[in-house]
Each structure stands twice: as structure tokens, then as C-alpha cells.
């Protein structure tokens, strides 16, 4: 396995326009591919990032035009946060208020400042402040100063009744290990990872069950390479008889998917070959890109897409 750690987290969305506005507006975050669902062609794919489109920096969605509200519950990723320089931690502030985004009060967690809010389909985001990554790779778009620019995933925070069962699956799978407790909330981390290296589990016990739709996340994704992955699953099935599914490829990277005990949907997902498979890098997320089998039907699908201007 060459790499722990998140590799990207997945959500469903509403309006594919106001979705893209946010991100990349208010955000300030790369779109670094344009595609569509693969078992859904009428929708949108949109896949947000650094630069490069590096594996940890990525959040992508599903966004359907008429998609009813979901409700963040138990065996749901209930937030997903960002890394911000420490010293950011001001001008997002500002930025947030002045782009009318209401968030909420900062408030520490495990040691680190984080400011949180939620996208317009209600969403909830964290920016966590990190100490010493001012160096990082960032994207600049959109008026964000590259000093204060996102600099990839930093956690997502699963809801779950409890915490044992996932973390069984984090620690002896997936790479990350036990490193605190702050109350109800338990978090692992992937040693070295660059980017996504954390996973918290907020530990509710019998609570009310989230419902799948706009605004809630659909699964979140963990690195491995070939030799890694395959490894992981025989390992799932084997030794935890968990089912997993075949490979499946995805154009930019190949994933094996499957439901950890608490009953989030996750994935383990290569990185190769990159979202520069397809466009150069300078031109990441400029061109509608479509799978091998839906490109004889191209003008179809493009008239059927919702205008993004």
C-alpha cells in the first residue's frame, strides 16, 4: 500500500450551477474534473480539488437538479473538514461573512481551531487550522490568497452508534490507528499521510438514522495502490467477512467498494492514473469528459444536462 489516508469523500447535491458557485467561489477550491455519474448520465459528476487534482485533496458530488434534503443520523458521515494555515483562520472568517455563509462560532477540537458551516444544501464543512503547512500546494482561484488557500482534506467525522466496530476496520484494514478521545468522539489517523489523515467517530449510541439526499455525503473513499487494495479486500472478506465489491473502474482511479459495521458506504480507491488521464493539467475541469461507453451518445447527454452558467 503506498499511501494511507482518505483519497476523496462523495456527497449529493442540489442545483449543479449553485454547487459549483460555492466551491470553487466561495471556497476557493479547483474544479479539476467535469463529468457524469456513471450509473446516471443525466447528472452531472463534479469532482473539486487542489491544483493537481491530488489524492486528499478531493471532494466530489452528485448533484441532481430536484433532489429532496436528506437528514444527517446514525451510520452517516455527519461532517467533512477541510486544511487551512493557521494563520487563515481570520481572513476565512471575514471571507465567509462577507459571501453571506453563516457559520458558526470557532471552537477547538483534539488541540486544533476550527471554523464550520454548511454548504447551501446544508452540507456541514469545517476549515481546520493546521500549524506549518503555509508551504503546502494550494489553489488559488478566485481571489483566495495562496497564503489562506485550502490546503486538502483534513477529517471526515462519521456518526455512528459505536465506535468500536469502524474502528476495528480502520485500524486493522484501511491503515490508521487510535491516537484520542475527546468526549464521544474517537479519532484515528493514517501515519504520514499528507492529506485526509483523520478519521473521527462521534459515538451516539440509539439515535435517529440519517437519510440519504442533498446535503448529506454518499461515501468517503480511502487510498491504496493495486497491490494494496486487492490486499485489503481479501483481508475484508476474509478475516472480517465483510462483502465487498469487484473492481470497478472509474476512469481516474479503480475502487473496490464496501459497508464498514456502522453502515457507511466505503471505498478504497487507487490512485492512479489521476484526473490527468484525460486533459492536460493546466486545463483540469474546462471540458465535459465522458466514460469510453456513454461517447457515441454525447449530444444526447450534453442536452439533457442543466446549464451551469
Given at each position: ?13 442540489g ?28 447528472t ?18 452528485f ?24 494563520s487563515?483562520v ?10 453571506g ?26 476549515l481546520?487550522?493546521?500549524?506549518g ?13 495562496i ?20 474502528g ?27 492529506y485526509?489523515g483523520?478519521?473521527?467517530?462521534h ?23 493495486e ?35 456502522g453502515?457507511?458506504l ?11 488521464v ?5 486545463s ?6 465522458l ?11 450534453e ?7
Amino acid at each position: 500500500m503506498s499511501q494511507a489516508g482518505i483519497h476523496h469523500v462523495t456527497a449529493i447535491a442540489g442545483r449543479a450551477a449553485r454547487n459549483i458557485d460555492f466551491y470553487t467561489k466561495t471556497l476557493g477550491m479547483r474544479l479539476v474534473k467535469k463529468t457524469v455519474n456513471f450509473d446516471d448520465p443525466g447528472t452531472y459528476h463534479f469532482y473539486y480539488g487542489d491544483e493537481a487534482g491530488q489524492p486528499g485533496t478531493i471532494l466530489t458530488f452528485f448533484p441532481w437538479e430536484h433532489a429532496v434534503p436528506g437528514r444527517v443520523g446514525v451510520g452517516e458521515t455527519e461532517e467533512t473538514s477541510f486544511r487551512i494555515p493557521q494563520s487563515a483562520v481570520g481572513y476565512w472568517t471575514h471571507r465567509l461573512l462577507e459571501k453571506g455563509v453563516e457559520a458558526d462560532r470557532a471552537e477547538r477540537r483534539f488541540g486544533e481551531t476550527a471554523i464550520t458551516f454548511k454548504d447551501p444544501d446544508g452540507m456541514r464543512i469545517a476549515l481546520v487550522a493546521v500549524p506549518g503547512i503555509e508551504d503546502e500546494i494550494g489553489w488559488t482561484g478566485n481571489g483566495v490568497p495562496i497564503e489562506s488557500a485550502i490546503r486538502g482534506v483534513h477529517s471526515v467525522d462519521l456518526l455512528l452508534k459505536e465506535a468500536a466496530p469502524t474502528g476495528e476496520i480502520l485500524t486493522d484494514v484501511l491503515g490508521f490507528k487510535e491516537v484520542g478521545r475527546d468526549g464521544s468522539t474517537v479519532r484515528f489517523a493514517a501515519e504520514g499521510a499528507p492529506y485526509g489523515g483523520v478519521v473521527d467517530i462521534h459515538e451516539v449510541g440509539d439515535f435517529l438514522r440519517g437519510r440519504s439526499g442533498a446535503g448529506t455525503v454518499h461515501h468517503v473513499a480511502f487510498r491504496a495502490d493495486e497491490a494494496g487494495q486487492a490486499a485489503m479486500a481479501a483481508k475484508l472478506r476474509g478475516e472480517h467477512r465483510m462483502r465487498t465489491t469487484d473492481q470497478v473502474d472509474r476512469d481516474y482511479f479503480r475502487s473496490v467498494y464496501f459497508r464498514e459495521p456502522g453502515g457507511v458506504l466505503f471505498e478504497i480507491a487507487t490512485d492512479d492514473p489521476g484526473f490527468a488521464v484525460d486533459e492536460p493539467l493546466a486545463s483540469l475541469g474546462g471540458a465535459l469528459k465522458l466514460p469510453k461507453n456513454y461517447e457515441p451518445f454525447r449530444s444526447e447527454i450534453e442536452a439533457k444536462l442543466p446549464e451551469l452558467a
